[in-house]
Each structure stands twice: as structure tokens, then as C-alpha cells.
């Protein structure tokens, strides 16, 4: 089957008079701009898979930390679908025999990103994080920033490059088709492949953001430790951090943590939901709330997939105060 090509993905609809929540956004954004003026890469990319049905594409879910484990998400996604949908047998052993090949019970997976089985075509895509930096600092979370009530991993997001965007998303996306990794920290493979889907992919689009809490450390050093899918349960995942994980931790090491360490590290949980900003203390330590904004590259035959070198991460480089 020949699927359609995709329209308008280097282009970007500029809209003067945008519905009013988008307006309130984009001034936000302006404002922050403004304030962190610079692009900063915040770590390696995310994967996951992405379908397209007639002109239409689809995220299927992201947060995989490489392109296998896309492949397994994916998998999981067919196999499901099969039995939710119930097609033809035909289709459903098609479904099947991807999935075991992704996924297969025993041997190597399939290392292969595109699949087209009946009129949906399968991708796994690549997604690009960064953060805006001013002042030796990252973005903060903004007030339209809530977390998302609906699905994660963005399932079911719409790929639309040509949806109307205001005047500060345009300059956003504007900045980031040339966006790479900074010159020193990847191997030369890396920036001469960003350097590639610049060209073969320049098409940009803005994707939900995540959040990461960072220990601000005294030498100024900024520490991540946890995250989430918005504001409030990056925080919440802080506190699990001190009362789920440590004990385990601890427990694993084989030095049980004492009574008094227990109630200690519910004593910050307990400060650390009470904050409602994004800076805060607990423990003596101070924490930060970090905007982890997310973008995916766009070409002629629809979004980006993994390049060569995606199966060897790359880490975020510290940031310092000041």
C-alpha cells in the first residue's frame, strides 16, 4: 500500500488571532523566551512509535529510553489492538507475527522501525528534549503547566505540523530547526547525524513538555533525580523518592534504615508536597522544579525515526548557578 506523503510538514500555519487559552500560552512563552533566551539539550531522547491511517499520524505512546524498547511498546501496542479490535485473520496474523518479532518470547528482537500492516503504517519515532537557559539556570514550570488528566505518553497525539500556532511558537520552532547538541559533549557520529536531520528532516514540531527535579548542589551543580508528567507529580515522585525508594535502597545495601531516618524522609515527603512552588528545601537540600520541553523533527514521509547511533545514549550536562 502507498501511504500519503506528508503535507505542509515544513511549513508553520503563523495564526494572528489564536483561540484564547493558546493566546495565554503563547505570551507565556514569549515571556519566557525572554527570560532564558538559549536552547539547552536536556539529555537523550525519548522514543516510541507513531501510526499513520489515510494522511493522518498518530503518537502510539513515547518514553522509551531507546529504540528497542520502542520496538517492544510497539509489540505490546499490536498485540493488544488485535485482540481490542478483532480483525480479519488475515491482519490479525500480521499483527502477530510483527509483534513476535519485536517482542519475540526467545532470540533477538527484529531491529526494524517501520512496519505496514493493512492501511496503518507503524514507526518508531525519536524525540528530542531540551530546556530554555538564562542566567545559568533552567526553565521553571509555567502557570498554564498543569498536569495532564487524560492518557500518558502521549497516546493518540496528533502529528500536525500545520495547526495554527501564535507568533512566539513560530519563533520557537523558527529557533529550533538548526538546534544540535553542543559542540564537545557527543561523539563526532552524533553531531554529524543532527547535522543530517537538520536537511532530511527540517520540519519541526512542539510536543507536551515533562518536568525533572534537579538537586541544586553547593558547588552550584544541578543533580536530576526524578520527574514527571507535570508539575505535581514530579514533586509527588521527589517524595516517593524518600519514602518508597530510599528505605528499598537501603534495605537492598544491607544497612536497614534506622527508625529515626524513616521519620525523617516523612518529614520532607511531607514538605515537599506541601510546596507549591518550584523551588523548595527539604532535608537541608534544595530542589528545583524543571520545564523539559519536547520536539520532534518532521520530513516529506512523516516524523523522524532513530538514527545509527541512537542505541548508544548520550548524558545532560550539569549546569551550574551564576
Known sequence: MNFPLMHGYDRIDLVAD???????????????????????PAG?????FAVQSGTRWRIGSVGASDPEGARRSLAAHLRRSADEERPAPELARAMADAAGRLDPEEGDQLAKD???????RYRVIRIERFTLIGGGAMEPPRSTDTDPGGPVLLRDHPIEP????????????????EFRPLPGTVPDIVQAEAAHAIRSHPGVI??????????????????PLTGGDG?????????????RLMPLLRLHQGSPASEAELAEWERAAEEITATDGYEFAALGR???????????????????????????????PA???G
Open 18 to 40: 489564536i483561540d484564547p487559552v493558546a493566546a495565554v500560552r503563547d505570551r507565556e512563552l514569549g515571556e519566557r523566551i525572554r527570560e532564558y533566551p538559549k536552547l539547552f
Open 44 to 48: 537523550s531522547p525519548d522514543f516510541g
Open 114 to 120: 517501520e512496519w505496514e500492516i493493512g492501511e496503518r
Open 162 to 177: 500545520l495547526a495554527p500556532a501564535g507568533h512566539w511558537e513560530t519563533q520557537l520552532r523558527l529557533n529550533l530547526v
Open 206 to 223: 512542539l510536543l507536551p513538555p515533562t518536568f525533572t527535579v534537579v538537586e541544586i548542589k553547593e558547588d552550584g551543580a544541578w543533580q
Open 231 to 243: 508539575p505535581v507529580e514530579a514533586r509527588g515522585n521527589l517524595a516517593a523518592h524518600f519514602t
Open 286 to 316: 534544595r530542589f528545583r522544579t524543571v520545564r523539559i520541553s519536547r520536539m520532534m523533527r518532521l520530513g516529506r514521509d512523516g516524523p523522524e525515526g532513530p538514527r545509527p547511533s541512537d542505541q548508544e545514549r548520550y548524558g545532560m
Open 319 to 321: 549546569v551550574r548557578e
